[in-house]
Structure formats: structure tokens, C-alpha cells
Nanobody, 115 residues
Framework: QVQLVESGGGLVQAGGSLRLSCAVS????????MGWYRQAPGKQRELVAT???????NYADSVKGRFTISRDNAKNTVYLQMNSLKPDDTGVYYC?????????WGQGTQVTVSS
């Protein structure tokens, strides 16, 4: 199994940027899919972006052109660069790892965008 630890959240003004990191440790299997999800207060958790071992990416329509997901396999870390942040981007951001039947979540990191 793997363990995920997110970092990089915080408070930022609208239009600002943040970069989230997700450090992966443990028994990492390939191929795998890493992803970022978010949950706003009173709402369901939703997909933000995913990236495969082969660095194929997928984004929610709401973040396309503003967010970029990337991974550094040598450092076992996945990143989410968030630019042009909006108040609607506020929420807890969770890192996710999927490989075969394994589906693991991090503890989450809070992102708050003020208007």
C-alpha cells in the first residue's frame, strides 16, 4: 500500500496562484493514476485533474487552462499548479492514487480563495 501526504494549501486572493504537492511513499505500483480532487463545504467531492504513469492528463472543465497537473516519478511526487484562482476554487484538496484494486486518499489540504 501507499501513503499520500499533501502540502501547499493556504489562503490566497482571487487571481493568485498556489502549488499543491502530494508526496507518495510505500509500495508504488505501475501503471497507476494519480489525481487531485476537491470538496467544497456542503458539496460532494469532485475531480480536479488526473495524470497517468504515461503522463496523460485529464482536467475538469472548470479548471482547464488555469490548473496544471504534473508528476516527478524520481521524487514520487505529484503537483497541482493552480493559477488565476477564483473563490469557487475554495475547498479541501485531496490527492488520490489508483493502481489495480488499490484506491488511496491523502488527508487533504485546505485551499481558500478570497474575493
Amino acid at each position: 500500500q501507499v501513503q499520500l501526504v499533501e502540502s501547499g494549501g493556504g489562503l490566497v486572493q482571487a487571481g493568485g496562484s498556489l502549488r499543491l504537492s502530494c508526496a507518495v511513499s510505500g509500495s508504488i505500483l505501475t501503471p497507476n493514476v494519480m489525481g487531485w480532487y476537491r470538496q467544497a463545504p456542503g458539496k460532494q467531492r469532485e475531480l480536479v485533474a488526473t495524470i497517468t504513469t504515461g503522463v496523460s492528463t485529464n482536467y475538469a472543465d472548470s479548471v482547464k487552462g488555469r490548473f496544471t497537473i504534473s508528476r516527478d516519478n524520481a521524487k514520487n511526487t505529484v503537483y497541482l499548479q493552480m493559477n488565476s484562482l477564483k473563490p469557487d476554487d475554495t475547498g479541501v484538496y485531496y490527492c488520490n492514487y489508483r493502481s489495480g484494486s488499490e484506491d488511496t486518499w491523502g488527508q487533504g489540504t485546505q485551499v481558500t480563495v478570497s474575493s
